[in-house]
């Protein structure tokens, strides 16, 4: 009993070892941009939008759903007694708006002579027919035209989904990255706080032994007091990109997860986000796979599917209707006929206006969507020459404050000699640090702006995650 109770407790260190490593270890960009793929509200709207899409499709191909009607008429009281009864049929198709019917119909009892055709065989009357539109509904009709806007209506969904990501991958890059150089920026506050509390305890042994001023020592004080406001404020701006964060970082109920500092990598990459295309290339590119493009072209497919319906609904309705019927069994008086019915349809709006004034909005909406593409692809081209711009820029600033960065800590390191030295004050050595913060702060923003960068030149090329 004792080797069991052993072994659970053992596993169970174990199990909050492996946790608290876990819970610990440096939290990744890939980490974050894919918890908020999965979780991120507006993208869980976005799917919605999506699934309705799907419905509006489904109730689309409803209007080619085959059609049973049952009818029963009984003559209870007058001269006549007679029973009707009739089961039809009907079945809508896509081949030029041809339309199938079939039935089966059974009247018996007693009619008036101009009422007869009613009057079947025993066994009743089968039929079959169609109906062919010749002209108007022939290309298109309202079924055809609307399933081919809900398909339509898909793909813009999936578009709009597809923005939602890239702008959603973007924020969350800018937040992670905004979450490492607050990470940063404490550090440099400890390391320089650390510094000043390291020799006060020195300073005053040599200001008791009288070998600097006494005001060296409250000097040094002061920096301290100022190095902990350094601290309290870089603390804060931790916090609040940690905040800002949780929004893309979800946990498995799709709740807000705060990280921690135990959680901030060592540092930015070393390595430079590799980029080889050219501005036309990447204008090329991004034409190509921005979504916004593609939803207008799909937003004007389906605007031009609307004017070519209106279009065709001012074109006369001339139909085409071809039936024939016979009966079953025996009839009365050897009644048993064979009948084929052919007919021709003709309805014309006179003045129109409804088609046409409908055929008037789909074509000023078609024109205000070409100039909307148009406009997106100014957008889109000077996004892209801005965010290469960018990244130009950033790149070489990186690499200037990494120099800077050098020299200062060169610089910091000698004036600190030199007041060991006794050559120089600790006014000119809390300078010296100072800037030698500065410095590395300055190649952290830099470092920043550079991956932010590279975030927001995915988004502008439309790259989605691999």
């Not at 759903?65 to 007694?81: A, E, F, M």
């Not at 209506?153 to 890059?173: T, V």
């Not at 050219?278 to 072209?297: F, G, I, V």
């Not at 209707?321 to 349809?345: C, F, H, P, Q």
Request: a positive charge.
């Amino acid at each position: 009993m004792k080797k069991i109770v052993i072994l659970t407790l053992a596993l169970l260190s174990c199990w909050l070892l492996i946790g608290n490593a876990s819970s610990s270890a440096p939290l990744t960009l890939d980490e974050v941009q894919s918890s908020a793929q999965q979780a991120f509200p507006s993208l869980l709207a976005a799917k919605q939008r999506q699934r309705a899409a799907e419905g509006e499709y489904e109730t689309a191909e409803g209007a080619f759903d085959t059609t049973l009607k049952v009818q029963n008429r009984w003559s209870v009281t007058g001269l006549y007694q007679n029973r009707n009864n009739d089961v039809s049929i009907e079945q809508p198709t896509s081949f030029g708006g041809t339309t199938f019917f079939g039935g089966w119909r059974r009247g018996t009892g007693d009619y008036p002579v101009y009422d007869g055709k009613n009057l079947t065989a025993t066994d009743g009357e089968a039929r079959l027919g169609v109906n062919i539109p010749l002209w108007r509904n022939r290309e298109i009709d309202q079924r055809r035209a609307s399933l081919k806007q809900a398909e339509l209506g898909q793909k813009i969904a999936g578009h709009d989904y597809d923005q939602i990501l890239l702008e959603i991958r973007r924020l969350a890059a800018h937040r992670y990255w905004d979450w490492v150089l607050a990470g940063q920026r404490l550090q440099i506050a400890e390391r320089l706080l650390h510094i000043a509390e390291q020799r006060d305890a020195g300073i005053r042994k040599r200001v008791t032994a009288g070998d600097i001023p006494k005001f060296e020592a409250l000097d040094n004080r002061r920096a301290i007091i100022e190095r902990r406001e350094r601290r309290v404020m870089a603390q804060r701006m931790l916090e609040q990109s940690a905040i800002q964060l949780s929004l893309y970082w979800r946990d498995a109920e799709d709740q807000p997860r705060v990280p921690v500092a135990e959680q901030l990598p060592s540092g930015f990459p070393g390595q430079e986000p590799t980029i080889t295309l050219s501005y036309s290339k990447a204008l090329q590119t991004a034409q190509a796979q921005r979504p916004e493009l593609r939803r207008l072209d799909m937003q004007s497919r389906q605007t031009q599917t609307n004017l070519e319906l209106q279009q065709n609904q001012r074109a006369p309705e001339v139909d085409l209707s071809v039936m024939g019927a016979k009966d079953i069994g025996n009839g009365k008086d050897n009644l048993n006929r064979n009948e084929l019915y052919v007919g021709l349809n003709v309805n014309i709006p006179l003045q129109r206006r409804v088609a046409s004034g409908r055929a008037q909005v789909a074509g000023a909406n078609l024109q205000r969507l070409n100039s909307e593409r148009v406009l997106q692809e100014d957008r889109i081209a000077a996004e892209v020459k801005d965010v290469l711009s960018a990244l130009s820029a950033a790149r070489k600033r990186r690499t200037l404050t990494l120099l800077q960065q050098s020299a200062a800590q060169k610089l910091e390191e000698g004036e600190r000699t030199r007041f060991e030295l006794g050559d120089s004050t600790l006014l000119f050595v809390n300078i010296r640090e100072l800037a030698n913060g500065d410095a590395a702060l300055l190649a952290a923003e830099a470092a920043s702006n550079l991956f932010k960068g590279y975030a927001d030149y995915q988004a502008a090329l439309g790259m989605q995650a691999k």
